[in-house]
């Protein structure tokens, strides 16, 4: 046989064996398998459009707040119905935006970077994402019932416990927030499951991307902060609606119990939130510096110091509630301390621009938008470690600003340069750089116009969550100047938003790698076929892509057959095996359904006590569905992957 004969050989088989994955992983267009499907791309699309949605839906709330407080006296909205919007406002943007949208770039993403074929559990991934939708959703159709949670986003009792709140609102957030607690606690193990035994071969810790141990280290960290949350709104629950007293002083309880719980959780959920955010910068800088990122071993330190001290920084929220002085000391320099790992990331990524040949994009433009805006909500930070000026602005408008200097500037920021670096990997189309340009000069422009003018206000003595205050107290322009920064932001992230649909419709087709990047997501096509990548690939360096080794063995390399995935070793990431992946299924969805029917009877059961019977049923529907799930399918050991 000739070489020429030889090479189409090879070719017709290749062609062939991709075929058949393409057959084994595809799932057809169909209702059912919209509901059914089990693929991590799809359903960490639907992660992020999702709580883009909320995120409009929060914004919404925010513009309208921030219109009855651009003049004094205004009556825009009624006392009960300003303390809906911003608690809703707070709640949704910190549990159902921030994290979620986080967890869709996961989703998406982290299979794709370690070179695996999907998620170690797709049928939890797909049940995750149901939980998320019926609890947004349960709690946004609480506001248009006007019966949202009004106590805040931290929920303080006794203002949150009877007799002081008696409506049903508490109630959806206790449950609500538990219930989507299921859905970020699942989330969390599968992204700690799927890092540790699906990276491809090759791929040892100290190659792994830092927006892969980014997602590890908050996975690690919602595993042991949400407990505490969880547990408080269960007591809050209780107390509530069978007199259970857990935070009542008067039968025993404590009413700072609450606060420890929830900042407990609380704090760690700041970096729960930013730490992918800081991932994905030291994801875009590369691509965009054409070098890797300086100090590679010392911002994996930093991810992993930050994951453990953030754990004892929480009671720096309660300087103002007269615990003991000496614990003031211990937190205080906790809450200097985490300065240090931050600042390592933030030296690193100057001096990888600083060295770097940079190529200016839109994305690496919120990347310095970023930079700008969380030093400064950082330096705000430091200054709320000091006792003495923290019990000075407590809840006054100086932390909304810090606050949001942290949260937006520090989330958001790097999340829009993320959509924008990995939007031709998400739609397989690419974005308009003019029109992307203009949506981030608006961003920076208005959100400093926004949150800057609030660190006067707050400082000028203007407390947070007031509905309305009275004019010449030195607050009226500070408000005025915010409320049009908020417009002006409003518009750019609209531009954003029509960039993204324009990209989706009338974009350029995009190439597999247009920013010649270094991870091996680009290493597929955009967007990626449903198996991800035919051979699994095999990793010589921290930049693959960049390596010829393993660009090489993509190209020639022979498929692994089947919809079956690869499994490595924990440390590094050596071939063990090779396992069955489970296929698209409708239990996911069943499950979640069941937990939904439970919660809205114990909603509806504040009316009716006959309700519970309701959520009686739900629980059947779930233990039934839970069952199916688990039942062991008929499989050969090989199937199974307990025989090679």
């Not at 729960?272 to 875009?284: E, N, Y």
Request: hydrophobic share 50%.
């Amino acid at each position: 046989m000739s070489v020429d004969t030889e090479e189409q050989s090879r070719s017709t088989s290749r062609d062939e064996a991709l075929a058949e994955l393409e057959r084994d992983w595809g799932e057809r267009p169909s209702l059912r398998g919209w509901f059914s499907t089990v693929d991590h791309k799809r359903i960490g699309r639907r992660y992020m459009v999702t709580a883009g949605i909320f995120f409009i839906l929060a914004g919404t709330d925010a513009m309208i707040l921030r219109t009855q407080l651009a003049r004094p006296n205004a009556t825009l909205l009624s006392p009960e119905m300003y303390d809906q919007l911003f608690t809703m406002h707070g709640t949704a943007m910190i549990f159902l935006f921030s994290t979620p949208m986080f967890f869709g770039f996961g989703n998406f993403l982290v299979p794709l970077l370690i070179g695996a074929r999907d998620m170690a559990f797709p049928r939890l991934n797909a049940f995750g994402y149901w939980v998320f939708v019926c609890a947004g959703t349960v709690m946004f159709t609480s506001q248009l019932v006007g019966r949202a949670p009004d106590g805040g986003w931290f929920g303080y009792v006794p203002l949150t416990d009877t007799p002081y709140s008696t409506g049903v609102n508490l109630d959806v957030y206790s449950l609500g927030l538990l219930f989507l607690g299921v859905s970020t606690t699942a989330g969390a193990i599968n992204f700690i499951v799927t890092v540790v035994k699906m990276r491809a071969p090759g791929m040892s810790l100290n190659r792994m991307p830092l927006f892969v141990w980014a997602i590890v280290g908050t996975s690690f960290m919602v595993i042991f902060a949400l407990p505490a949350l969880n547990l408080a709104n269960a007591m809050l629950f209780l107390d509530r609606r069978f007199g259970a007293h857990f935070f009542d002083p008067g039968h025993g309880g404590s009413t700072l119990l609450w606060q420890h719980l929830f900042w407990i959780f609380g704090h760690p959920d700041v970096y729960i939130i930013v730490m992918p955010a800081l991932g994905i910068v030291s994801a875009v800088l590369p691509a965009f510096c054409r070098r890797g990122v300086v100090a590679y071993p010392l911002m994996v330190l930093a991810i992993v110091t930050i994951s453990i001290i953030s754990f004892g920084v929480w009671v720096h929220h309660m300087f103002a509630t007269g615990l003991p002085q000496l614990s003031y000391s211990f937190f205080s320099a906790a809450s200097t301390l985490i300065t240090i790992p931050s600042g390592i990331q933030i030296f690193a990524w100057l001096f990888t621009m600083l060295r770097g040949r940079i190529v200016v994009r839109t994305p690496f433009l919120f990347v310095v938008g970023f930079i700008v805006t969380f030093v400064l909500g950082g330096f705000t930070g430091v200054m709320f470690a000091i006792t003495a000026f923290d019990q000075q602005v407590t809840d006054s408008y100086f932390v909304v600003a810090h606050f949001h200097y942290v949260l937006f500037g520090g989330a958001v920021f790097p999340m829009l340069a993320g959509i924008y670096f990995w939007l031709p990997k998400f739609t397989g189309r690419m974005y308009a750089e003019r029109l992307s340009r203009w949506a981030f000069w608006l961003v920076f422009l208005g959100f400093n116009t926004t949150f800057m003018p609030m660190h006067v206000s707050g400082l000028l003595g203007m407390p947070r969550r007031i509905y309305t205050y009275p004019g010449g107290l030195g607050w009226d322009i500070w408000n005025l100047i915010s409320t049009v920064g908020a417009y002006i932001l409003a518009v750019g992230l609209l531009l954003v938003l029509i960039g993204v649909v324009h990209a989706v419709r009338r974009g350029a087709p995009a190439p597999d790698d247009p920013w010649q990047g270094d991870t091996l997501e680009w290493g597929t096509t955009s967007p990626p076929r449903p198996y991800n990548f035919a051979p699994v690939p095999q990793v010589h360096s921290l930049h693959p892509m960049w390596d010829e080794r393993t660009t090489g063995a993509l190209a020639i390399d022979e498929p692994l057959p089947d919809h079956r995935a690869m499994t490595t070793s924990e440390l590094d990431g050596r071939e063990e095996g090779v396992i069955e992946m489970p296929e698209a299924s409708l239990l996911p969805l069943a499950v979640a359904a069941g937990i939904l029917v439970v919660v809205l009877g114990l909603l509806w059961a504040w009316y009716w006590t006959g309700w519970y019977w309701f959520a009686g049923a739900g629980a059947l529907l779930i233990f039934g569905a839970v069952a199916r799930w688990l039942w062991p399918p008929e499989r050969t050991p090989e199937e199974a992957g307990v025989a090679s």
